[in-house]
């Protein structure tokens, strides 16, 4: 069933995503502006990379951090912050996670960086 759902999804949810008005906007604003963008995830590493190309996404990121892509894995959103931290030498007070979740909030809490929802 888990196969399933995620052979589906590779391939038939990946087309069918929507993203947040003016995301794209948002995004090329921010990289002219000479901030450093990177993308943590719960998603795995497959549909990460395949939403990133398919939005046209990639130009802006300086990475893509899906929580399968270290090894060994890391244990959840707080630790997959924590390590893209670190690979990117970021200083935490200069660094924001934007997430639409509850738990990317609490992940950007313990990390002790800022947090904006995206609504």
């Known amino acids: 069933m888990e196969q399933t759902f995620k052979t589906h999804y590779d391939v038939i949810g990946v087309s069918e995503a929507t993203q947040y008005d003016r995301v794209t ?3 090329a604003d921010l990289n002219a502006a000479g901030h ?3 993308i943590a995830t719960n998603k795995r590493t497959i549909p990460t990379s395949l939403l990133v190309k398919y939005f046209s996404w990639d130009k802006y990121f300086g ?3 899906p929580l399968d892509s ?3 894995p890391v244990r959840d959103k707080a630790a997959l912050l ?3 931290i670190y690979v990117h030498l970021l200083l935490k007070n200069e660094t924001m996670y934007v ?3 509850t738990e990317d909030y609490d ?3 313990k ?3 800022n947090f904006m929802h995206a609504a």
Do not use: N, W
Request: charged fraction near 25%.
């Open 25 to 27: 906007q948002m995004l």
């Open 70 to 72: 270290f090894d060994p």
């Open 99 to 101: 997430g639409d979740r």
């Open 111 to 113: 990390c002790k960086i």
């Open 82 to 84: 924590d390590s893209v």
């Open 36 to 38: 450093s963008l990177f």
């Open 107 to 109: 992940a950007a809490d």
């Open 63 to 65: 990475g893509t951090y």
